[in-house]
Each structure stands twice: as C-alpha cells, then as structure tokens.
C-alpha cells in the first residue's frame, strides 16, 4: 500500500499487523512462553513442575499475586474458594431461560456476565478490596456456573456446593451427583482434572486472554471483562478445538477412513479441513503441556475405561503428521487441545463440556492478566488502527 498517503492521513506510521502476529500490546511479568525450545513457565516456574506437585489452587495464587504461597497463605486462599461456592438463588432461575439444547458455553459467559447484576459491591476496578472480593468469586462461583450449566443441559437437578472437597472435587460432584445420593469422588479422576486445570491456567497474550484485556482497557469490570474472554474461547480455533478434536475423531472413526486417507485431505485442503489440536501461533515445536497430557492420556484411559480405538486413531495421526513434510515445514506440532478431549470423555464429560473445563482452568490467567493491566500506570484504552480500503468522499445523493 502507498505508506507516504497512510502517513499523511495519520499523521504518522502506523503498523499493519493482521492478528497481532509481531506486536506486542503489553508488557507482563505472568507467563513466559519460548515458542521455538517449547518452553511455558508461570511466574517462572516450569510448567512440568507445577504440574507434577502443585494443587490448581495453589497456581491460581501464584499467577495471580506473583509468588508461591506459604502454606498459611494457600489454607486462607482456599478457605476463602471453598466457602463462596455458593451462588444467588435468583441467578439459578437465569439457567430456565435457556434452551434445553444450549450448548454450556455461552450459558457460562451469559451467567458470568450477570454476576456484574447480583454482586455490584464489588465492580469498581481500582478498589484494591473489591478487586479482591472479585477474584474469590469469581474463582469460586464459575464452577459452580459452569456445573449448572452442565446440569441445565441435562435436565437434571442441581445441587449445592460442598466445601469440604477440594476445587476439582467439589467441581465434579456438582456435575456428576444426584440429589439425595451420595457420590463418591474417584481421587484419580480429581487428580487427573487438577493437571488439566493447572496445564490450561494461562498463556500469556493468547486471544481470550487479549480479549479480556481489551474488554478490561475501559474500565470494564472484572466479571464483564472474563465473559468476554469465555466467549472467545468458545471458538473452534481457540478453546473450542477441545471438542473439535474428538469430533473428527468421531467421524473419522463413523466414516471408516483411514488416518490417512485423512491427512491427504488435511493436505490438500479439502473444504478446510485442518488437523484439529495441531498447530499454534506461539509454539513451532511440540507444546510442552501437550507432552505432559500425552504421557498421562495413555494411563488414564485405561483406568478409565476410555476409548482405546480414539486413542489409537489421535497416535497414528500424530505419527503420521510429525513424520509428513507438509507438517515438517510448517512446524506444526499437536497442541494442548490434542488429547485433553480424550481424557475429558473418559471423565464422562459430553464433548459440548469440553471447552468449559478449559474455561475453568483459564480463569486465574484471566485474573492475573486483568489485575496486571490495572496496576501498569502505562495501560491505554485498546484501540487499534487500521488501514482504511474503502471509497473515497462521495456524494449523498438521497434515496429518491
Ligand atoms: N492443520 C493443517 N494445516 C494447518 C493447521 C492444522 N491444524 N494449522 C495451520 N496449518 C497450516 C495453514 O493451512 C497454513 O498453511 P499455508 O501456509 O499453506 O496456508 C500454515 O499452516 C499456517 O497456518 P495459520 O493458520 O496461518 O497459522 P496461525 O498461527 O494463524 O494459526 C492456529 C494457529 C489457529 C492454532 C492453527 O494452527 C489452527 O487452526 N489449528 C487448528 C485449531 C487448533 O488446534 N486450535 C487450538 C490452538 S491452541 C489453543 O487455543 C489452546
């Protein structure tokens, strides 16, 4: 395009960057990613190793205050999760609105968007308490939503948070319990849903993350600025490639094609096919959470009873791409989102919860983004530019 015409209508250069490939919107000391060695460190701690020890508690206060807990600090932290669960009453009515056949995405990002209506006290962005009261809630409250949602989909009754079991066990009881039942946790199944919360809890500048920040640059309060992020989560290129996943999984399984007779359509690019859990802007080696997944996808499964010829269908796929130069050159490498579903599945989760889960994981990254922003003095308001393609001046000449 002719940069000197751009320049005099601006007044300046402006860069013309379509998907923020190379600039950076922000300065953050949160999360570190090496794309190129596959490296993720939170707060510069590793990856492996938090997943390995740590609690998804224990992470949320990490990313969120900078530092690891002491253990005084992660008893009160928890305590204060554990005994704000519960939500209004008024806001379980909300859920009757919905179809029966909404999908629980959109249900959470409506629900979170209302706590702004039934927790006004605590809105004000640059009120160090009521930044706090925001983020126990919402760290309390979303699975809390996100389980009702689960529960409005299945038409069944729900239940009432129980605090004496941990954040992934409380999370699952609401899912999977009937009233006047007892359930048991499987502690395998929590574990395995506490590494998939902490692998997922935050990626730097990602597009949900960004949009909360955007939403977040005017001020918006926390609650408004988190459900718009779990809208752009929701789609098939970001969180919603979870599902997407086990979809063509599922049809490549129904249709009876080979891995492949697949991957040539991958190839070829027929009707847009892409392999679904590989690629990413950042990484251009294999995503290091998507190792640590693979490695437990295999013996979770099969404590599970989960779908070994999925399983086996996502591996010989994986095999072919990583030996395929198509993939080669692009250096495209399974991501996060490859063989979570699998495991979600095994949990007994239906697909459409899937990016849900993730949903929950990604809340203290959302947090800790937000608050960050809040208290960089350098944050402006989100207002890209553009290069304008359209007409010139015209006359209106009036509809007759
Ligand atoms: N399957 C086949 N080809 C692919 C794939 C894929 N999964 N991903 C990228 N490519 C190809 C593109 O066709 C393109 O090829 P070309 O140069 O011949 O046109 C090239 O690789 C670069 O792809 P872009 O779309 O330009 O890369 P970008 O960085 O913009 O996109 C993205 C990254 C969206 C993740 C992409 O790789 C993708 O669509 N992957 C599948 C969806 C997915 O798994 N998303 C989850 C991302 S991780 C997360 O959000 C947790």
Not at 332 to 356: C, H, R, S, W
Not at 360 to 382: F, N, Y
Request: glycine share 8%; charged share 25%.
């Amino acid at each position: 395009f002719d940069i000197a015409k751009l320049r005099s209508e601006t007044g300046g250069y402006v860069t013309y960057d379509p998907g923020f490939m190379n600039t950076a919107n922000v300065q953050s000391a949160v999360t570190y990613i090496d794309g190129e060695a596959g490296i993720l460190r939170y707060r510069g701690y590793p990856i492996e190793d938090l997943a390995k020890k740590a609690s998804f508690v224990e992470v949320a206060y990490l990313l969120i205050y900078g530092e690891l807990p002491t253990q005084q600090q992660l008893d009160d932290f928890d305590h204060m999760i554990r005994t704000h669960t519960m939500v209004h009453e008024d806001l379980k009515i909300f859920f009757s609105g919905f179809p029966r056949t909404a999908h629980p995405m959109p249900v959470l990002a409506s629900a979170v968007s209302a706590l702004s209506t039934f927790y006004s006290d605590s809105l004000d962005p640059h009120d160090e308490h009521e930044v706090e009261v925001s983020t126990i809630r919402l760290l309390s409250k979303v699975p809390t939503l996100a389980a009702y949602a689960f529960k409005k989909s299945k038409g069944e009754p729900m239940l009432y948070p129980q605090n004496d079991l941990n954040y992934a066990e409380n999370f699952l009881r609401l899912c999977f319990g009937v009233p006047a039942e007892d359930y048991e946790v499987d502690p395998e199944i929590a574990e395995a849903l506490n590494l998939l919360l902490i692998l997922h809890a935050d990626h730097e500048q990602n597009c949900s993350t960004s949009t909360v920040r955007l939403v977040g640059s005017s001020d918006a309060n926390m609650f408004a600025s988190v459900s718009a992020g779990i809208n752009a989560l929701y789609g098939p290129k970001h969180g919603g490639a979870n599902e997407a996943v086990l979809n063509m999984l599922r049809s490549i399984q129904s249709e009876g094609i080979s891995p492949e007779d697949f991957m040539e359509k991958v190839k070829n690019k027929e009707e847009g096919v892409r392999l679904m859990g590989f690629g990413h802007r950042v990484y251009k080696n294999y995503d290091p959470r998507a190792r640590i997944v693979k490695a437990t996808a295999d013996k979770i499964l099969r404590k599970m009873g989960g779908d070994d010829e999925l399983l086996d269908i996502a591996m010989r796929l994986e095999d072919k791409a990583l030996a395929d130069d198509y993939f080669v050159e692009r250096k495209l490498y399974p991501n996060v989102d490859f063989y979570t579903g699998l495991i979600y599945k095994a949990m007994g989760f239906p697909e459409q919860m899937f990016t849900v889960l993730f949903a929950i994981g990604r809340l203290p990254g959302w947090i800790a983004q937000w608050r960050e922003m809040m208290l960089d003095p350098s944050t402006k308001i989100g207002r890209p530019r553009q290069v304008y393609t359209g007409e010139t001046e015209r006359r209106y000449p009036g509809v007759e």
